[in-house]
């Protein structure tokens, strides 16, 4: 139900049996999707691809190895170190990183990753993201 003023002066008013709905649904949530085990073990494979992501070209980016960048970024990032001549401050390169990171989806996220830390085998001429 809408109104101009509900009660505790909010403009939406909830039914208790809605509210009770909501409660529910958010347990069901918890207990089946988050605290699942097959999942938390996934996305704690995720944070850490994601984490060593963002170490390892944040570090290219410091060391001015901007080859290591997929090719949509390498270029951004050789501009804003010309700009700023030659070092790229940390908030800058921090939303560099996380953009080009971002911007990969799982499976070219994944095989960066795999490059990076030498866990799969590939060829030299593979790019580094398609």
């Known amino acids: 139900l809408r109104s101009p003023q509900g009660a505790n002066g909010k403009a939406l008013v909830i039914s208790d049996e809605m509210l009770t709905q909501v409660e529910l649904l958010k347990e069901m949530i918890w207990c089946y999707v988050i605290y699942n085990?097959?999942?938390?073990g996934h996305q704690h494979g995720q944070r850490k691809v994601i984490q060593t992501l963002f170490q390892v070209l944040?570090?290219?980016c410091i060391a001015r190895r901007f080859y290591l960048f997929p090719a949509a970024f390498k270029d951004r990032a050789e501009e804003l170190a010309e700009f700023s001549n030659g070092q790229i401050s940390?908030?800058?390169r921090a939303r560099l990183?996380?953009?080009a990171?971002?911007?990969?989806?799982?499976q070219q996220a994944l095989r960066l990753y795999q490059r990076f830390t030498a866990s799969a085998q590939g060829s030299v001429l593979d790019p580094i993201v398609v």
């Not at 085990?37 to 938390?40: E, G, I, N, R, T």
């Not at 990171?101 to 799982?106: A, L, Q």
């Open 97 to 99: 990183v996380a953009d």
């Open 37 to 40: 085990p097959s999942l938390a």
């Open 90 to 92: 940390a908030p800058l």
């Open 101 to 106: 990171v971002s911007s990969m989806t799982d």
């Open 58 to 60: 944040n570090e290219a």
